[in-house]
């Protein structure tokens, strides 16, 4: 909201309503302090929409600004919480509304999920303020909910050499086998392009990861054999669906007989764990990994450390130090 004048210099507030028209209001007086004043007590109307229409406005912006997986997700939580609040007046959704949403999702689904769903739904409320169709983000005092602390599962060596074997064709192994030596995500393999690929640098180029920030991640001489192997057919080396590359690894996991903690992030985590072993920096696996925040890469020592803590254990026992000094 913002104030302005008409040609008879009268003082008039502009806002933009659900549907993104502008709007104004006016505030009955030439004087700038007296409209000031009117413009600080001014509340947007009760009826300037409601949660179902800003989140069709909320959807329409999302299609432009976010990748596809994020808007499927946004699509999700919507279809969730509109059956619930999709009627109410953007100016009846207080944080009760909001935690009593998070209450009656607790009772269908994990914790995990739940914050997701929070964190998309925060977003979309703030978006409505930078609309200027709400004042405040009713989301400022909703809380995410706690969660366990979970260490990463990841794969030893031998591990994975039991998984590679259990993949039924080339492709899965080539995902699987660049995944362990790069750290990508599932989903920046799907978007990733041949454009993206530098064999004569040696870097891929990831520009739709977590939170869209590009980066450039080094691949040794084993990924570029692989790359090279894989027929240039079109766009993308791999050009398959998030489920078809989770359910891959499920059903090697399963063949296999590993771990049925064990997912195709997993060698996420691998790739972490075995940099770090061998003497990568913090810094640059953050880097390599793009972790907004050097801690989240930070979680990964506490695993190298309890792996030599354990190396150490397995020492033989020298019988010393029983008699004398």
């Not at 104030?3 to 933009?16: A, N």
């Amino acid at each position: 909201m913002f104030l302005s004048q008409r040609r008879d210099h009268t003082y008039i507030i502009r806002y933009r309503d659900f549907s993104g028209r502008m709007t104004t209001k006016s505030t009955g007086t030439k004087d700038k302090r007296q409209a000031y004043a009117f413009l600080h007590s001014f509340s947007l109307p009760r009826g300037n929409g409601t949660v179902a229409q800003l989140y069709s406005r909320y959807l329409e912006f999302s299609r432009i600004e976010h990748r596809p997986t994020t808007v499927t997700r946004i699509r999700y939580v919507g279809g969730r919480f509109l059956p619930l609040f999709g009627h109410l007046a953007l100016a009846d959704v207080t944080p009760e509304t909001l935690e009593s949403y998070k209450e009656r999702r607790s009772r269908k689904v994990k914790r995990t999920s739940i914050n997701i769903e929070l964190r998309h739904l925060r977003a979309m409320f703030e978006k409505a303020v930078d609309w200027g169709l709400i004042e405040r983000n009713p989301m400022t005092r909703v809380k995410q909910l706690r969660l366990p602390k979970a260490e990463p599962t990841y794969l030893s060596l031998e591990e994975f050499q039991r998984l590679w074997k259990a993949l039924p064709s080339q492709w899965h192994r080539d995902i699987v086998t660049l995944a362990m030596l790069t750290g990508l995500r599932r989903e920046e393999f799907i978007e990733l392009t041949w454009s993206d690929v530098n064999l004569r640098e040696r870097v891929l180029r990831v520009s739709h990861g977590k939170g869209d920030r590009e980066r450039f991640v080094p691949i040794n001489e084993e990924c570029v054999r692989v790359l090279q192997s894989i027929p240039r057919t079109g766009a993308r080396p791999f050009p398959y669906k998030r489920n078809t590359v989770s359910q891959m690894f499920r059903s090697a996991r399963i063949r296999a007989g590993m771990n049925p903690g064990l997912h195709f992030h997993s060698l996420r985590h691998s790739f972490a764990t075995l940099t770090l072993k061998n003497g990568a920096a913090v810094q640059d696996v953050q880097k390599i990994m793009g972790h907004a925040s050097i801690t989240t890469t930070m979680g990964y020592t506490h695993l190298v450390s309890r792996d030599m803590h354990d190396a150490v254990a397995k020492l033989p026992n020298l019988k010393i130090g029983t008699g004398g000094s």
